[in-house]
């Protein structure tokens, strides 16, 4: 499976931005797919998991009610819509991906070491 983000890009605070994870290679049915960032000299964090069903989500509290998480899995994309965007939210955001093997609602892991899957990352900066 390869994973490439897009969609990054400078906004003002209070702005939005919607990432993309693009996947080929296999099919993303039985894969949980998370999004993760990482600041200057802090450790890669979860920000929006998502469960192989697209039921279940995990999420840092730092972003509850602002950013969200869906996917396609017809199209292999999967997203994270970024709102309210702050200046704390400045990062490299990483599209990972775990394998299943089924499609079930079991929560998503949130830690980076459960994850075998990576893109490159996307850069988004906050900032007036």
Same mark, same amino acid.
């Given at each position: 499976?390869?994973?490439?983000? /897009? ?14 994870? !693009? !996947? ?6 039985? %894969? !949980?797919?998370?999004?993760?960032? #990482?600041?200057?000299?802090?450790? =890669? ?12 989500? %995990?999420? &840092?509290? /730092? @972003?509850?009610? =602002?950013?969200?998480?869906? =996917? ?8 994270? #819509? ?9 990062? @490299?955001?990483?599209?990972? !991906?775990?394998?299943?093997? &089924? @499609?079930?609602? /079991? ?6 070491s459960e994850y075998g899957y990576w893109g490159q990352g996307t850069q988004v900066t906050v900032s007036s």
């Open positions: 499976l390869q994973l490439v983000e /897009s969609g990054g890009g400078l906004v003002q605070p209070g702005g939005s931005l919607r990432l993309s994870c !693009a !996947a080929s290679g296999d099919s993303l049915d039985y %894969y !949980a797919i998370g999004w993760f960032r #990482q600041a200057p000299g802090k450790a =890669r964090e979860g920000v929006l998991c998502i469960s192989t069903s697209g039921r279940s989500t %995990y999420y &840092v509290d /730092s @972003v509850e009610g =602002r950013f969200t998480i869906s =996917r396609d899995n017809a199209k292999k994309m999967v997203y994270l #819509q970024m709102n309210s965007l702050k200046p704390e939210d400045t990062a @490299v955001y990483y599209c990972g !991906a775990t394998y299943y093997g &089924v @499609v079930t609602d /079991s929560f998503p892991p949130g830690s980076e």
